[in-house]
Every structure is written in C-alpha cells, then in structure tokens.
C-alpha cells in the first residue's frame, strides 16, 4: 500500500556527497523508523522516533543523521555518503506501545560510487 | 540489548512439504513475536504474529508457535507452494517497543 511513502526509490550517488531519503505516512502513526538491509544481515535498525520531539539512535547510526519534521514525516540524511552505505533503506511506522505492527515502505535503493 | 538468532538461514523444500524456522531471543521480557516475509525486491510484509499469552496461532496454512520458557518461537509453513519462495523474517519487541529481526530465512520451494 501507499501508506508510507520513500523517496527516491533509487539513487546513485558518488562518495563524500550528502543524501537525504525522505519518508512519509498516512497511517497516523506516532512511531517512525529507518532500518538499513544488507544480504545476510536482515534488517538494522538506524533511527527510530516515536514522537515528534523523540530521536533515538538505533543499532547502526554512526554516518547518518535524522529529522522528524512532522508526525508524518521522517527523513534519514548521509552528511558524507561512503561505498559501504550501499544499500536498501526502510522506513516504517507503527501506532504507539508494544505489540503493533510495523509497516514498511517500498524502500530505497542507495548506491554510492 | 535483544539478541535474536535465525536459523536456518537458507531453506529448501519440495512443494507439498512442510517448512520450519526457528528463532531464539534473549529477553525474557519481550512480548511480542511477529513474522514477516519479503518477495523479492519488495517490503517485507507481516504474515502472522503471537503475543506471550499465546502458545500457538494458526492462519490457514501458516502457523506460529511459542515456548516463552525456552525463549523460542516458530514459524510452519504446511503444504508449500511456489509462491512461499521468500525471505522470512523472525522479530521480537524489545523493552522499548521497538522490534528487533533475525538475519532472515531465504525459502526456495521445488516443484
């Protein structure tokens, strides 16, 4: 579904240049989170927001920054993108508390050269 | 922090027969255990979840079992078909609330 929104789907960029990925929601929900996907690796957990005015490193942030611009928006940016960040970036939401679902997005395709 | 561990890693099975992944976590805490599965070149999307209240949970022919004092759960895929061939996330909600993954399971279903 088109609930939550990733852009760009792909991007190539060269290393040393900044790159944000924006993200957006329609579910209304309070939770916001970016995860990082590597083969074998499954899914890290880079960022996560779960107001507003909350940030949180995730397991993985060194080399990416946050900003929750909105309830329904959250973009990652790469101040100084480097070749091992090639990857595919989720965002996903989910409603407040334990035990609700994340919904990801369609993802974005990071490749730095 | 969470710790949770997937195996097998790559699994391969004849269309008909069963599929089981496994995964352990380390928070006797944690809550709530969902799975999801990821299409190639899609988001990964929940198919099923068990919450610690909860020993087993059945959804046609997927089905997720629990053992909260081994701190294990399960995930069993009956009568595979072709359209099972995925890469099957395990995670487990943290203190937080927020979900840790396993590494994922690739299943390949033969015809």
């Known amino acids: 579904d088109a609930d939550v929104t990733q852009t760009p789907r792909n991007r190539i960029t060269k290393t040393g240049k900044r790159i944000m990925l924006e993200c957006s929601q329609t579910?209304?929900?309070?939770?916001m989170y970016w995860y990082r996907q590597d083969p074998g690796l499954g899914l890290r957990l880079i960022y996560y927001?779960?107001?507003?005015?909350?940030?949180n490193k995730g397991e993985i942030s060194d080399g990416y920054s946050v900003s929750r611009q909105a309830q329904a928006k959250f973009s990652l940016s790469l101040e100084s993108a480097i070749p091992n960040q090639t990857a595919l970036y989720f965002c996903?939401?989910?409603?407040?508390?334990?035990?609700?679902?994340?919904?990801f997005g369609e993802g974005s395709w990071l490749t730095v050269v | 922090g969470e710790n949770v561990e997937q195996h097998p890693s790559t699994l391969s099975v004849q269309e008909g027969d069963s599929a089981v992944i496994k995964c352990t976590y380390s928070?006797?805490?944690?809550?709530?255990f969902p799975w999801y599965k990821q299409e190639l070149g899609k988001r990964p999307q929940l198919i099923i979840d068990?919450?610690?209240?909860?020993g087993e949970k059945k959804d046609q022919r997927i089905a997720v079992t629990l053992n909260k004092t081994a701190k294990h759960f399960s995930l069993h895929i009956t009568e595979t078909q072709p359209e099972d061939s995925a890469v099957y996330f395990c995670?487990?909600?943290?203190?937080?609330?927020?979900?840790?993954f396993g590494a994922g399971t690739q299943v390949v279903v033969t015809p």
């Open positions: 579910k209304g929900h309070d939770r």
């Open positions: 068990i919450r610690s209240n909860v």
């Open positions: 927001s779960f107001d507003v005015k909350d940030i």
């Open positions: 928070d006797s805490a944690s809550n709530y």
């Open positions: 995670a487990v909600t943290d203190s937080w609330g927020k979900l840790q």
């Open positions: 996903a939401t989910s409603g407040s508390g334990t035990g609700n679902t994340i919904y």
